[in-house]
């Protein structure tokens, strides 16, 4: 009997590795399921289901700092609005959408030679409870979905008492941006790989560049067994494409970073008869790793991989997952001319170290213009200071949601007197700091102090802003909490270059003072103009907008009570470069007011969101 029994465990087990092999993966997660322990077949444990434990780490939301409305913390627990769908503020949502930013004064310039893989704009980190071996991730959006790119699972446990001697990222699953057109909630379940660690800590990232509006998350579930599914095997229906062959382990991209030493024998074929100027044309289109692998096949290219001049323009971020102190070192040869550097996402979990981080600045500041750091946790004051010591040509500056850097930090930033661009999104910075920068950064040209909780009298700043500030051409201003008419007065009588202002969601701001209406009249020049969640905004303003400022591209006077079609329409007709008006619940303007206006104008994406 027992000989029979083993024929047919093992008779079963062959046919479970069939089917994971050539079923599908709805058919693979409802079977049985079986692992080989002690020579025989056992079933495993039930599949855990888990939602959200807590959010540690973001990019950007589209809420304020000290309310949870629109917030990434609405990600944590069961969901709020599925399976309902629409405009939601028990939702989690990012602060852009569609590709109107990249066309914004304020707007920077990208990077070149970004790897096609990496579309990411913004990312979030969710811990769950129990660590597990995922079999699917199920995200529920609310509204406008398609925005997720990439899911990735992390070998860290954030709740470990004991520092783990690796931290391994691995790709779930990738894909592209898209725009789903529908209007219900769905509940998006994509096939993922499978792992070799368990997990708790999933990271999400998207891309919002195809969107019509902003999309809207409402919680993310974990599904896992605590032991491994079946043994792995390649090739599994379960693995990714060709997207995934890319590796995120630290050991994988310092091996690309490092080289090898090419041997006497190696020759340089052809290539010798080509001009110098010619292959570095060639190799300027080529990523980073292209690079380094291109570097060990002859002696002639490892030179011209090597040359300081393919690497003026650096874009790290794409390798956040793999970057640390080595990675670092191994390009400090290259980067002594690097005039952009791009590190933003990169060094947390103590990838990056303040001892490595100054080292390149130490090799690579001289030279620098432009130095992107958003999301950057390693960085503390020591690190800030370095940069105001190593970087003395440094014209723009993004350390966008750095929230781990202390209020000190900043203070070291008024030693850049040559900065024209300056980020502080979502940042500790304090009003002193920020005081003493704008008295010395007199070319700033660009402003982002969106989201800055810390400052307490945003009209003394404004103030400061309008008398030191002439150059200003975009100015940031989301969610300050306490500015007023005043504070607005001084910034655009003395700001008169402006094309670029955000005043969303700044509530002491009153149309019946006539700072709107002073604003059109002294900045003719206006390109955008976010009058965002301000109840006072009326028809008095707007029309002074139309009157004034006819190169407007983007307007959003989102939640208004006093604007009706007629100001619109007048609006509309006086800005004829206008493409995007928004008039979500602005209770005057309803679905039908929007639909002619739209027809009347079909080059103005006029955006009214819904709540089904």
């Known amino acids: ?17 069939r089917r994971a092999r050539s079923g599908t993966r709805g058919e693979i997660m409802n079977s049985r399921r079986a692992i080989e322990s002690n020579n025989r077949i056992l079933p495993l444990s039930v599949e855990l289901v888990q939602h959200v434990k807590e959010v540690v780490d973001f990019s950007s939301q589209y809420g304020s700092e000290n309310s949870l ?41 990208p990077f070149r030679r970004i790897p096609r893989t990496f579309q990411s704009q913004d990312y979030v980190e ?20 398609g925005a997720i790119v990439r899911i990735l699972a992390c070998s860290a446990n954030p709740y470990s008492q ?20 529908i209007l219900q909630a769905r509940q998006f379940t994509p096939s993922i790989k499978q792992i070799n660690f368990t997990t708790n800590l999933i990271r999400l990232e998207l891309n919002s560049s195809l969107l019509e509006y902003y999309t809207e998350l409402d919680a ?44 006497e024998s190696t020759k340089n074929g052809y290539f010798e008869k080509l001009p110098y100027e010619l292959i570095q044309l060639i190799l300027s289109h080529l990523t980073i ?35 640390n102190d080595a990675s670092l070192e191994h390009l400090h040869a290259r980067c002594a001319h690097v005039q952009w550097l791009n590190l933003s996402w990169t060094g947390n979990r103590g990838y990056i170290t303040m001892q490595g981080f100054s080292r390149f600045m130490q090799v690579c500041g001289f030279e620098l213009v432009r130095l992107e750091l958003a999301c950057c946790h390693f960085l503390n004051e020591t690190c800030l200071e370095v940069i105001a010591q190593m970087c003395p040509n440094l014209q723009e500056l993004n350390l966008s949601s750095c929230d781990k850097l202390n209020t000190q930090a900043f203070c070291h930033i008024a030693k850049i007197s040559g900065l024209r661009r300056l980020v502080v999104y979502r940042t500790k910075i ?13 070319e700033l040209q660009h402003l982002s102090l969106g989201s800055c909780v810390m400052v307490e009298d945003y009209d003394l700043v404004a103030g400061v802003i309008g008398a030191k500030c002439k150059k200003l051409r975009s100015l940031d201003l989301w969610r300050c909490k306490n500015i007023t008419e005043t504070g607005l007065a001084a910034i655009v009588a003395g700001c008169q270059l402006l094309e670029d202002v955000d005043l969303g969601w700044c509530p002491t701001l009153q149309s019946s003072s006539g700072c709107f209406a002073k604003l059109a009249r002294k900045l003719p020049n206006l390109r955008k103009i976010f009058l965002t969640a301000n109840r006072s905004v009326c028809d008095s303003d707007i029309e002074e907008l139309a009157r004034n400022c006819p190169r407007l ?39 039908r007011v929007v639909q002619e206006l739209s027809v009347n104008f079909p080059n103005v994406a006029i955006k009214k969101s819904y709540t089904q």
């Open 1 to 17: 009997m027992y000989p029979m029994l083993t024929a047919l465990s093992m008779f079963y087990y062959i046919c479970l590795r």
């Open 69 to 109: 409305s629109y917030t990434m913390w609405n990600l944590s627990g069961l969901p709020n609005v599925y399976p309902s769908s629409g405009d939601f503020t028990q939702s989690a949502v990012f602060r852009t959408y569609g590709r109107w930013w990249e066309k914004c004064p304020g707007s920077p310039q």
């Open 126 to 145: 969710l811990i769950f409870e129990e660590a597990v071996y995922p079999t699917a991730i199920d995200v529920l959006e609310t509204y406008h979905p």
């Open 162 to 181: 004991t520092p783990p001697s690796e931290v391994r990222w691995e790709t779930l699953w990738a894909g592209d941006p898209g725009k789903v057109n």
């Open 220 to 263: 993310v579930l974990l599904h896992g067994v605590r032991d491994r599914l079946l043994p792995l095997h390649k090739p599994s229906m379960l693995d990714l494409e060709d997207d995934d062959k890319e590796d995120h382990s630290i050991e994988f991209f310092n091996e690309q970073l490092s080289g090898k030493t090419l041997t």
């Open 289 to 323: 790793p292209d690079l380094c692998q291109l570097a060990q096949t002859c002696k002639l290219l490892h030179q011209h991989c090597y040359d300081p001049l393919q690497y003026v323009q650096l874009s790290l971020q794409p390798y956040w997952a793999g970057l």
């Open 430 to 442: 304090e009003q002193t700091a920020l005081l003493s920068i704008l008295n010395f950064c007199l």
């Open 553 to 591: 591209f983007h307007v959003d006077i989102l939640g208004t009570r006093m604007v009706s079609a007629g100001a619109l329409q007048k609006l509309l007709q006086c800005c004829k470069e206008l493409q995007l008006l928004d008039v979500s619940f602005c209770s005057q303007i309803d679905s």
